[in-house]
């Protein structure tokens, strides 16, 4: 129902939200909406309304009609349980995704015109729509953040507001939920007196209700807005109208207010920048910024408003968060222009709003924090785009139409390289809707649309190209002030081919060739280029090769390519055209070869340096560079010899070129480069990043010279001549950060000396004496500004001189003190001094604690401590801090890719689909996408049915109300599975009859009477299961099974374990496999008893042949996460045999949940690995191969040797009752110990375990942020 051509009111919709309460998590409401019809049929009207319960509707005060609801996204498969691949997936996905876009006039909610009202229809008025509607605890779309605690909600700051994902306004009222429906709007909301409620548009009145408990707030936005862009926040805030401009306005929970000013106190400057560069005024009347917790992004932008994490709110002492906090909040006031007052036509013409802020947002940072920053920003941004394509796919900013057709080439009048058909889409998600995008897609289309207006600015001038943004602003601020019936509000909309039209209307420049090639194709150049000197022509000889243009994200890249020389005469830039796949060219220099002579090179900038130019051979060529200004998506690969890299980077003063010869540099470990990178790192006149990376890569180059290295450990020296005390050097002065170089200098090179490695692959020992006494001598007392991330850098640095473990631990026995390093106690003591204070003294934003966090996962991945994940849930329960959370689930997830466990797992799912906060959901999501569980290319004990099925629920229908993580869930499903069917639910009832063997009771004594034995009860016995135990081809060599032993009537059945699961199933898993067994068998009878006569063909045949595929059982001992098959007599519990376990296979760390009252985590206890700290062995183990049968002992003499390396026997039990006196008595002396110590009250002491048991995190929901002292368990 497209609004233009009414002559009536405008469109015009009312919102009034009277009863929202935070105790029952609830909402009543009605809205009111004025439709203008542009037809004189109408029999229904479609509106976009979920998970809101409707009482009722009417038209017109007057017709009350009915309505037919249908969530299409409650099933995205609508009932297909069979065909679980992406496939299938992707084309109902984007289906479902159609049937409720409004832009293709659909919606949830049907409402029916009755036949009396059909008059309204053909009259044009504007028909008023009435709906009273609830929401009652909805799991999306508005969000509850309620403390635990005593007190009212006010003193608890209990508040709520709205989210989602791209246009979800549908799932707090019913609405035209598109952006291309732009109209007018009167806001009413009634909340507890106590509260504030910030919505859109102007505050006209707040008024009291007649019991004086409750207060209604109206809003009216007069300017023309879409639904998505209208949210509401309600809470206790406090109030802060900025001094510099009283239009804005911002809030913040209690107690927040001195952060508040000190972040938003430049905020007037950003307004300021936007409204000269464009020239025009800002578009409303008013701004309000509100700051709330637990939002899913960190900025979410509304008309006039915006609703921001309070997370982004820093004191004046914090330095790194300046940065971030600045840039995000200028981003929010960009998106007024270009997003909420100006917005898209269609889902296609998003890259277009959002590419035009993320511009406009570059410009201001360039203008606050330097052009260093932005250019390497620019490069950082176009690194990852090239990444994401040339993994997933080329991203297609417009799919709404193809590109033109190839043009012909004019060389052989030839057409040019073939380009894939337009339809095809290389993702496994559909591209043609928001809502069926991958986040990551979605966030990286972000970023490709910056650098494609970037590219524009290149094409038609910076001045011109914001000529083009003010004329179409213009044109919105005046269509805005017009009636609909104007016709004119279509310039509130902005489309790719409006957005061409308007370049050409202010610069005369047809960009239909660069839209084509840029935005409505996918993939990104990628260029290599070589070059050799002619000495005799004094030519240069590029070669320039495009040959992967059959790369997935690459094509083939036809125009101009610029190349710029630096040479001894200046710098000198050349421009190749660029037609085919491999381009040749020779390139007069300038300059001519005088390496002997010494004379001053002038540079680009103009300035002039003195060289030494001893290095150099015949070539006057300095260094080349290879579209220096990024006007391309390219990736570039330049081969030149070391020497160039080092004068690009000494003398080259653009950024990215200084950081490309670093990258480079990383080749060539010789003394050369190790001087070039020394010397990058002592110029205080390098960008402090590229100092920063030239320290990173100097520990690679050091490294890789550690036989010829030299003198003292790399950047020993530099550190302490810039930051050690004049007297004694090796003391480090007082902290002082008002040089922002240094500080960050002073962060990184701690790290990257962390990583320097000795011959023996072990970090130096002065070394990690040097970061023991940065941690000592530390001292922060007369600096202005906070050193928590240069203590969260220091503990980083302590993580990165960790290698793996090399001493041989005795087998059979647990880690302990005695088996840690030297170096390996020192690390582990300091780590867990400071992660006990960080209990007393917080650092900001926990930076501290996520780094000993992180810290301690790599000594549990290098064999330091045992792996356990008790600490990690505790840390990422519901409460913590969210930073600490998201450390804590990273951990969590890389537990389980390595030493996870079923249960670990399930407790991640569990986290990921129920977690209240939709900020960890996400991010617990994407960390499970990007460090994989288990690798879908080998059978793995996680890559379980029951895995496939749970993820598969979540996209289907479990999802409905949140779309971001149920994309997130299509890519962890891809990513583990592929885009075809998995593999453990291919063809699930065939693989039912494929799994069972049929074996008869009298299995056990001989072969050819097991043949011929009659059964009355059979399970199905398939050719291919026959086929693959007899006789087995080279290309299948014989895979020993393990068998469950069932029956089913008179007949014992052996049933081979699946691989893709434990052998040990827990007692509801057996019970349905036992009857799906019997159902299976009876389902069966007849082919039973046709495969049987074949069987007792063959026995004859092959009676001869041995085998003993079930006498000898062989244990998958990756899978003996889960408790062994009842079905199995109760073996009696011996000790499993050391050698089949890795030394540091015990449980890791954790916590004494038993006897800590805290609900919080708790920390580690300094000392810990003293030498009277004694340990526990683990509880013995049950022996899994217990169950053998009675002829076993007639085993030849060769198999009994084989039979002993996976059985304990019985001349073992002398050794086995003397190593049991030695633990009673090691025990008995423990305990004696124990009773003389004193117990301190402030530090909890390492508590040993005796049992490795999936470690219960029941006392990690404490909403504590600040949770006591923690204990190491060994």
Same mark, same amino acid.
């Given at each position: ?63 009350e ?36 876009d ?9 409402? *029916? ?11 044009g ?20 953040? $309620? ?19 791209? /246009? ?12 291309a ?8 909301? #009634? ?19 007649p ?5 209604? %707030?109206? %809003?009216v ?18 109030i ?14 209690p ?25 025009t ?17 960190e ?6 408003? #915006? ?7 820093h ?25 909420c ?30 052009n ?10 176009l ?35 073939p ?65 609909? +019936?104007?016709?004119?509000?279509? =310039? ?30 996918? +993939? ?31 094509r ?5 390519l ?11 830039k ?12 020779? $390139? ?42 990024m ?9 030149? !010899? ?69 003198? !003292? ?29 240094? %500080? ?5 090179? !701690? ?95 926990? #930076? ?20 356990n ?16 959370r998201?450390?804590?689930m ?10 996870g ?5 399930? =407790? ?7 977690d ?16 994989l569980?288990?690798?879908?290319s /080998?059978?793995?004990?996680l ?12 996209? /289907?229908?479990?999802?409905? =109300? ?20 998995p ?26 009477s ?8 059979? *399970? ?12 087995? #081809? ?17 007949t ?47 026995? +004859? ?23 062994s098959s009842?079905?199995e ?19 890791l ?18 000392g ?11 509880s ?21 040797? @084989?039979? @002993? ?6 001349h ?25 110590e ?37």
């Amino acid at each position: 129902m497209k609004k233009d051509t009414a002559e009536e009111a405008p469109p015009h919709q009312i919102l009034s939200l009277t009863g929202i309460s935070f105790e029952r998590k609830s909402i009543i409401g009605f809205v009111e909406l004025l439709i203008v019809p542009t037809s004189d049929w109408l029999p229904v009207i479609r509106l976009n309304c979920r998970q809101c319960r409707i009482y009722r509707v009417i038209l017109d005060d007057s017709y009350e009609a009915d309505i037919h609801y249908f969530d299409p996204f409650q099933d995205i498969c609508q009932g297909e349980t069979k065909n679980k691949s992406l496939e299938f997936f992707s084309k109902s996905h984007l289906d479902v995704a159609r049937h409720s876009d409004p832009d293709h006039n659909k919606g949830e909610l049907v409402v *029916v015109v009755p036949q009396e009202a059909k008059h309204l229809i053909s009259e044009g008025r504007g028909i008023r729509i009435g709906i009273e509607f609830s929401l009652e605890d909805p799991p999306g779309g508005v969000h509850f953040v $309620i403390p635990e605690g005593e007190g009212t909600m006010e003193e608890r700051a209990a508040h709520m507001f709205t989210y989602g994902h791209e /246009n979800s306004s549908r799932m707090w009222f019913p609405c035209i939920d598109s952006y291309a429906e732009p109209c007018t709007w009167k806001l009413e909301f #009634t909340v507890d007196k106590t509260m504030t409620a910030v919505s859109c548009g102007e505050l006209v009145e707040v008024v009291m209700t007649p019991d004086l408990q409750r207060k209604t %707030y109206h %809003y009216v936005v007069s300017v023309p807005v879409c639904a998505p862009n209208i949210a509401l926040a309600v809470g206790p805030f406090e109030i802060f109208v900025d001094p510099h401009m009283h239009e804005v306005t911002h809030f913040c929970l209690p107690q927040l207010l001195p952060l508040l000013k000190n972040t938003v106190r430049f905020l007037h400057e950003a307004f300021e920048f936007y409204e000269e560069a464009l020239s025009t005024r800002y578009p409303f009347s008013c701004y309000k910024q509100v700051f709330v917790d637990e939002i899913d992004n960190e900025c979410n932008a509304y008309a006039t408003m #915006t609703i921001l994490s309070t997370h982004l709110l820093h004191s004046i002492a914090i330095i790194d968060q300046t940065f971030h906090s600045r840039k995000v909040m200028s981003k929010a006031i960009a998106e007024q222009f270009f997003g909420c007052f100006i917005t898209m036509e269609n889902w296609s013409d998003a890259w277009l709003a959002r590419g035009i802020a993320e511009y406009l947002c570059g410009l201001n940072s360039k203008k606050c924090f330097g052009n260093n920053a932005y250019r390497s920003w620019i490069r950082d941004e176009l690194d990852e785009v090239v990444r994401y394509e040339e993994k997933y796919g080329g991203i297609i900013l417009d799919c709404s139409q193809p590109p033109a057709p190839p043009a012909v080439s004019s060389i052989n009048n030839s057409p040019a390289a073939p380009q894939k058909a337009y339809n095809d889409n290389p993702f496994y998600f559909p591209i043609k809707n928001l809502h069926t995008m991958s986040p990551k897609y979605i966030e990286m289309m972000r970023k490709k649309s910056h650098l494609v207006i970037r590219m524009l600015e290149h094409r038609i001038g910076q001045e011109l190209l914001l000529q083009v943004f003010n004329k179409q602003l213009a044109l919105a601020s005046n269509a805005a002030g017009t009636k609909i +019936g104007s016709g004119l509000w279509g =310039h509130l909309l902005i489309s790719t081919n409006v957005f061409t039209k308007a370049i050409f209307t202010v610069t005369g420049k047809d960009m239909a060739v660069f839209i084509d090639q840029w935005v409505r194709t996918g +993939g990104h150049a990628k260029f290599t280029m070589t070059s050799v000197f002619n000495s005799k022509r004094n030519t240069i000889e590029l070669e320039i090769r495009q040959d992967c243009v059959n790369q997935r994200g690459v094509r083939k890249y036809v125009g101009p390519l610029l190349i710029q020389l630096q040479e001894l005469d200046g710098t000198f830039k050349h421009t190749l055209q660029i037609e085919n796949i491999i381009v040749k060219s020779d $390139i007069t220099c300038h300059s001519k070869s005088r390496r002997n002579k010494k004379k001053k090179i002038p540079l680009c900038t103009g300035e002039e340096v003195d060289m030494d130019l001893s290095p150099m051979a015949e070539s006057p060529v300095l260094w080349i560079r290879l579209d220096p200004e990024m006007t391309l998506l390219r990736s570039v690969n330049i081969e030149q !010899p070391d020497f160039q890299w080092q004068f690009q980077l000494r003398h080259e003063r653009d950024v990215t070129a200084q950081l490309e010869a670093i990258k480079a540099l990383e080749k060539y470990a010789t003394p050369q480069t190790r001087l070039a990178l020394t010397d990058t790192i002592e110029n205080d006149r390098v960008f402090y990043e590229v100092r920063c990376q030239a320290a990173i890569c100097l520990t690679k180059v050091a490294n890789a010279m550690v036989t010829s290295w030299q003198g !003292p450990p790399a950047m020993l020296t530099i550190f302490k001549k810039f930051f050690g005390s004049f007297s004694a050097p090796h003391i480090i002065r007082q902290n002082n950060f008002t040089n922002l170089h240094h %500080y960050f200098l002073q962060k990184t090179i !701690p790290v990257a000396m962390a990583g320097l490695r000795t011959a023996h692959g072990i970090c130096p020992p002065e070394v990690i004496r040097f970061l023991l006494d940065l941690f000592k001598y530390n001292d922060n007392s007369k600096n202005h500004y906070s050193d928590n991330y240069y203590r969260a850098a220091l503990v980083e640095a302590l993580g990165n001189s960790i290698t793996p473990v090399i001493s041989v631990v005795h087998q059979g026995r647990a880690l302990s003190s005695e088996s840690l390093s030297a170096d390996a106690k020192l690390v582990l003591e300091e780590v867990t001094r400071i992660l006990n204070l960080e209990k007393h003294l917080p650092s900001f934003k926990y #930076t501290v604690s996520i780094a000993c966090l992180k810290v301690i996962r790599k000594l549990q991945k290098c064999g330091h401590l045992p792996t356990n994940p008790k600490i990690y849930r505790s840390y990422a329960a519901y409460g913590q801090y969210i930073d600490v959370r998201l450390a804590a689930m990273e951990c969590l997830v890389d537990y389980v890719k390595i030493d996870g466990r079923w249960e670990d797992l399930e =407790h991640l799912m569990e986290m990921l689909e129920t977690d209240p906060d939709p900020m960890a959901r996400h991010q617990l999501g994407r960390y499970m996408i990007e460090a994989l569980p288990f690798d879908k290319s /080998n059978r793995h004990r996680l890559d379980r049915e029951a895995l496939a099925l749970r993820i598969w629920e979540n996209m /289907n229908s479990k999802l409905s =109300h949140d779309t971001r993580l149920r994309c997130d869930m299509v890519d962890l499903y891809y990513t583990l599975y592929g885009i075809r069917m998995p593999a453990c639910l291919v063809n699930q009832e065939l693989g039912a009859i494929l799994r069972p063997q049929k074996v008869s009771s009298s299995f056990y004594s001989d072969r050819t009477s097991r043949r011929n034995s009659p059964t009355s009860d059979d *399970v199905t016995l398939t050719p291919y299961t026959m086929k693959r135990n007899r006789s087995l #081809t080279p290309e299948q060599p014989d895979v020993k099974e393990s068998f469950d032993l069932i029956e089913i009537g008179d007949t014992k059945v052996m049933i081979p374990r699946s691989r893709d699961g434990s052998p040990y199933d827990d007692a509801e898993s057996r019970a349905r496999e036992e009857e799906d067994n019997e159902r299976v068998a009876r389902e069966n009878q007849r082919i039973i008893e046709t495969v049987e006569a074949s069987i007792k063909k063959e026995a +004859g045949e092959s009676s001869h042949k041995t085998t003993d595929t079930v006498k000898e059982e062989v244990i998958d001992l990756d899978d003996t996460d889960t408790p062994s098959s009842a079905l199995e007599k109760d073996p009696p519990a011996k000790k499993i045999k050391a050698e089949f376990y890795s030394d540091n296979s015990i449980s890791l760390p954790g916590i004494n949940m038993g006897s800590s009252k805290s609900a919080g985590p708790t920390g580690f206890e300094p000392g810990m690995f003293a030498k009277t700290s004694a340990f526990r062995e683990s509880s013995p183990q049950p022996d899994l191969n217990s169950s053998k049968s009675d002829n076993s002992k007639k085993k030849k003499k060769k198999d009994k040797k @084989k039979h @002993k390396h996976k059985h304990k026997h019985k001349h073992n039990k002398d050794k086995d009752r003397e190593r049991d006196r030695e633990k009673d008595k090691e025990r008995g002396d423990r305990d004696r110990e124990k009773s003389k110590e004193k117990k301190d009250p402030n530090i909890v002491r390492v508590v040993r375990e005796e049992t490795q048991e999936t470690l219960s995190s029941a006392d990690s929901s404490s909403r504590d942020s600040n949770p006591t002292t923690m204990d190491l368990t060994l």
